[in-house]
């Protein structure tokens, strides 16, 4: 586990970083997809209207959380590839959910299974199943 030196609020400071945080993350994580229609500005567009915070880790941000905030519902959860394993998703869980609060919900990709493992060992429970045209996925809840 390394220190995380914050969790912050988003600024406009962290954009570059965190558009390459995003690509990286997502060519990982999403295996089943082609990458190549993965695009840096691809963050811009995923965290419209929503609010984000971000870990930083001697001055990098290495990743962060956005959510919908009327429907307290997580959109993104985002580690450097380099830093996973490290407990910098669970500090940007955790803070997310001490301020939204909870129930909270988010969508996890079955495919994705190192994340659905996480959100399980989490206590998330699934609520419904659906389909996306990335794949079939599961609505996920924390309500404790």
């Known amino acids: ?28 994580a999403f295996y089943w997809v082609n990458s190549s ?6 963050f811009d567009q995923s965290i419209v209207g929503e609010n984000l915070l971000v870990a930083v880790y001697q001055s990098r941000p290495v990743g962060f959380v956005s959510w919908w905030a009327p429907g307290n519902f997580i959109h993104n959860l985002f ?17 997310c959910l001490k301020v939204i609060g909870r129930p909270a919900r988010l969508k996890c990709l079955t495919a994705n299974q190192s994340a659905m493992d996480f959100y399980l060992r989490k206590k998330w ?10 794949g079939e996925f599961l609505l996920l809840s924390a309500n404790d």
Not at 2 to 23: D, G, K, Q, S
């Open 79 to 95: 580690v450097d590839p380099d830093f996973h394993g490290q407990g910098i998703g669970t500090a940007l869980l955790d803070s």
């Open 125 to 134: 429970t699934v609520v419904e199943k659906g389909d996306s045209s990335e």
């Open 1 to 28: 586990m390394i220190n995380i030196n914050l969790i912050t609020p988003y600024c406009n400071e962290h954009t570059e970083a965190l558009r390459h945080v995003f690509l990286r993350s997502r060519r990982h």
């Open 37 to 42: 229609e993965f695009q840096l500005g691809d």
